[in-house]
C-alpha cells in the first residue's frame, strides 16, 4: 500500500543552521509529493511540491527533490530561522483520480535564537 | 481570496454525547474533504465530497460518523455518540477539482475533546 515515513522529531537547531527533515514512501506508480507546514494553532499550508521524478520544489528557501530511485522526497534548507518552527509534513497523492492525501506523522522544528 | 473557513476552532464534550462540525471551502472548490489528526500523528482521510456527491468514505466510522455537503457547497461532519478516541482535530480541506497533481487548502481545524 501507499505509506510515508518521516524522520522523528524534535529537531532541535540553532538560528541560521541547516535543515534536513528525512522522507521516504512507498506508492505503486508515480504519486505527487508534498511538504506541507503547521504553525502553532493554525491549519496545514502547502509549503512545497513535486509532480514527477527529479523534479525539484522549492518555496521560503525550503527545498525538496523527488528521488524515484531512493524513494525519498527530504526537505532541506540552508539556514533556518526561529519562526521556522512548526510542524513539518510530507505527503503523498496517489497517481489515481480521488484525490486521497497519505501523510506521514509530522516532525516537530524548534529552532533556537 | 477567502480561505476555508471551519468552526467551531474548539469543543468539548463528554463521551456518548453528539458534536457537529461546519466547514465552508473556497468559492469554486468543487472537491471538499474531511481529515481526522490525532495527537501525534498526520492527518487521514476521513471522506472526500466531488461537489455534492461521495467519492471516498472508505476510512469513515459510519457507525458513529456522518457527513453531508448538501448543495455541493458547505459540509457537516458529526459524531453520534462520541467515543474518548475520537478526541483529535477535525481538518476540513478543498481543491478545484480532485486531480492528482491539485494543492489542496486546509482550514484552521477543530480540536475536539471528549471527556
Known amino acids: 500500500g501507499n505509506s510515508v515515513t518521516q524522520m522523528e522529531g524534535p529537531v532541535t537547531l540553532s538560528e541560521e543552521a541547516f535543515l534536513t527533515i528525512n522522507c521516504t514512501y512507498t506508492?505503486?506508480?508515480?504519486?505527487?509529493l508534498f511538504w506541507y507546514v503547521q504553525y502553532p494553532g493554525e491549519g496545514l499550508q502547502l509549503l512545497l511540491k513535486?509532480?514527477?521524478?527529479?523534479d525539484k520544489g522549492s518555496n521560503k528557501g525550503f527545498e525538496a527533490t523527488y528521488r524515484k530511485e531512493t524513494t525519498s522526497f527530504h526537505l532541506e534548507k540552508g539556514s533556518v530561522q526561529v519562526s521556522d518552527s512548526a510542524v513539518y509534513f510530507c505527503?503523498?497523492?496517489?497517481?489515481?483520480?480521488?484525490?486521497?492525501?497519505?501523510f506521514g506523522q509530522g516532525t516537530t522544528l524548534q529552532v533556537k535564537p | 481570496e477567502a480561505g476555508v473557513a471551519q468552526s467551531p476552532r474548539y469543543k468539548i464534550i463528554e463521551k456518548r454525547q453528539s458534536v457537529a462540525f461546519w466547514c465552508n471551502p473556497i468559492?469554486?472548490?468543487?472537491?471538499l474533504y474531511w481529515y481526522q489528526q490525532i495527537l501525534g500523528q498526520g492527518p487521514k482521510l476521513l471522506i472526500q465530497?466531488?461537489?455534492?456527491?461521495?467519492?471516498?468514505d472508505s476510512q469513515l466510522p459510519k457507525d458513529r460518523f456522518s457527513a453531508e455537503r448538501l448543495k455541493g457547497v458547505d459540509s457537516t461532519l458529526k459524531i453520534q455518540p462520541a467515543k474518548l478516541e475520537d478526541s483529535a482535530v477535525y481538518l476540513c480541506?478543498?481543491?478545484?477539482?480532485?486531480?492528482?497533481?491539485?494543492?489542496?487548502?486546509f482550514g484552521p481545524g477543530t480540536r475536539l475533546l471528549v471527556l
Open positions: 468559492s469554486g472548490h468543487a472537491t
Open positions: 505527503a503523498l497523492l496517489p497517481p489515481s483520480n480521488t484525490g486521497k492525501l497519505i
Open positions: 513535486a509532480t514527477k521524478a527529479d
Open positions: 506508492a505503486t506508480g508515480y504519486p505527487s
Open positions: 480541506a478543498s481543491s478545484p477539482r480532485a486531480a492528482t497533481r491539485e494543492t489542496q487548502y
Open positions: 465530497f466531488q461537489n455534492n456527491g461521495v467519492v471516498d
